[in-house]
């Protein structure tokens, strides 16, 4: 029996160690709850661009986050929460929050329990706080009298008025000024001229760059000037033909800042000559709201090949341009959204365009806040639009696209080729553009002089 007893007493003590074992295999430490290290932007940070705005909390330890309750977190004023998530395994919540409003203190608040730790521990409520800039005062350069006087009223304008625009009919004339003026009884207030014929005024034939007489005639009759510059290039090394389309030139932006290459003759001589035009302009006290290098993300301009070469290329035009002294130019830079590996920098650019052709009323609204969102203290422009003629699209009326949102400091149709079977903007579009208490017509101007 007492062979027994022992045995038993044996099996019992083994069971229990085994026993005891297993709860301490499966006992889970207690862990701290996470707490927050820092924030970007720290909280009663300044300056901010208004529009999409990446706020990061980081941790003392990896933290979960359900992407799908990012409606409980909660921006203040007119602010948005656009996403919030943790990637991977990382102590880091990153959330984009939307502030749309410039000079505008927001509050972005998380509540208690909403991230959580290892073991689900729940992280203490977070408020942060920053305020975003307003747009920027001042211009890109030191202007003229006559060109501050430009910049100021745009400053005053926007997103109060809208300035109407027109495109000139191919380069150096006002004559769908005039048509607008017959349709509607008012001009619109800016005329955009072109310089795309360089090679052809160069050479002294069909067009002269050098009489500025249609340019003048429309400044000292009250109109707003604008310019661009569709580049034509030589198609290939010492051609007599030229062309501005990546696809019909061998023309290489990367060889352009290589001494010795042709493309590096072709930019600097060209340069020069567009330079010495300007210099006539700002000679006759006329200020120029300058588009150059236009729609360079899009990639179809030998401009738009890659990005650094794009930016330095502008950079060189805006270096020597300053340098010949040309301080009548306001500098607009033409955004295709989402390339903000294209922008020169805020001390390069005065006002951000867009162009849009085709684009319903509520689209090009989204198009305008997606602007905003990415360079908000910046003055956004509708630079170009129109009809799309290939897709037999029409442009959504100008009242239609300011009453769902689009604030664009100026709007500026393309001219119509010979024939066309569906007008950029028809009679109708400018007579209701034309009839808005809003929209600035060239008699409405002040005087800049």
């Keep these: 029996m007492n062979k027994i007893y022992i045995y038993l007493l044996l099996i019992a ?50 933290v979960f986050f359900a992407s799908q309750k990012k409606d409980l977190l909660s921006i203040s004023n007119d602010g948005s929460i656009v996403s919030a998530d943790v990637i991977g395994s990382s102590p880091t919540l990153v959330v984009v929050v939307n502030c749309p409003s410039r000079n505008t203190t927001y509050t972005f608040s998380v509540p208690e329990g909403l991230v959580t730790g290892p073991n689900s521990m729940p992280a203490p409520a977070v408020e942060i706080s ?9 211009p890109v350069n030191t202007l003229t009298t006559e060109a501050q006087n430009v910049y100021n009223f745009l400053q005053e304008t926007y997103e109060q008025k809208t300035i109407s625009g027109i495109m000139a009919n191919v380069a150096w ?7 607008v003026y017959s349709w509607t009884g008012k001009y619109p207030a800016l005329n955009c ?32 000037v604008a310019a661009m ?19 019909q030139t061998s023309f290489d932006i990367d060889n352009a800042f290589t001494e010795g290459t042709w493309e590096y003759q072709t930019i600097n001589s060209d340069l020069a000559k567009v330079a010495g035009y300007l210099k006539l302009l700002k000679d006759a006290g006329i ?13 179809w301009f030998w401009w738009g090949k890659n990005a650094e070469s794009f930016k330095k290329l502008w950079i060189q035009m805006f270096d020597y341009f300053k340098a010949q002294g040309l301080d009548n ?35 090009c609204a989204s198009q305008y806040q997606m602007t905003v969102s990415e360079h908000g203290n910046k003055m956004v422009t509708l630079s170009e639009c129109g009809a799309n003629i290939d897709a037999n699209a029409e442009l959504g009326l100008l009242s239609e696209q300011w009453n769902a949102g689009a604030r664009w400091l100026w709007f500026m149709p393309w001219y119509d080729g010979e024939g066309v079977s569906l007008s950029h903007a028809s009679q109708e579009w400018w007579l209701d553009a034309m009839s808005q208490s809003y929209v600035i017509a060239r008699e409405s101007l002040p005087s800049f002089k």
Excluded at 27 to 53: D, F, H, M, Y
Excluded at 173 to 179: K, Q, S, V, Y
Excluded at 331 to 348: F, I, K, L
């Design 13 to 62: 003590a083994l069971f229990t160690t085994l026993s005891c074992s297993t709860e301490v295999e499966h006992e889970i430490a207690q862990v701290a709850s996470p707490t927050l290290v820092s924030s970007t932007p720290a909280s009663g940070t300044t300056g901010i661009k208004a529009g999409n705005v990446t706020i990061s909390l980081t941790y003392d330890k990896n």
């Design 193 to 224: 001229f072109d310089y795309i014929h360089l090679n052809a005024s160069a050479a002294g034939s069909w067009i002269d760059y050098g009489d500025i007489t249609p340019v003048r005639n429309w400044w000292n009759n009250g109109g707003l």
């Design 173 to 179: 004339n006002t004559e769908e000024a005039e048509r």
């Design 130 to 138: 920053f305020t975003t800039l307003g747009l920027d005062a001042e």
């Design 287 to 299: 200020p120029v709201i300058w588009r150059p290098l236009h729609e360079a993300a899009g990639g």
């Design 229 to 247: 510059w569709h580049w034509n290039v030589p198609v290939s090394e010492g051609s007599s033909d030229v062309a501005f389309y990546k696809d």
């Design 329 to 363: 130019l306001i500098w607009v830079w033409t955004t295709e959204t989402g390339d903000t590996d294209w922008y020169p920098g805020d001390q390069y650019v005065d006002i951000i365009g867009r162009d849009l052709y085709g684009n319903d009323a509520a689209d």
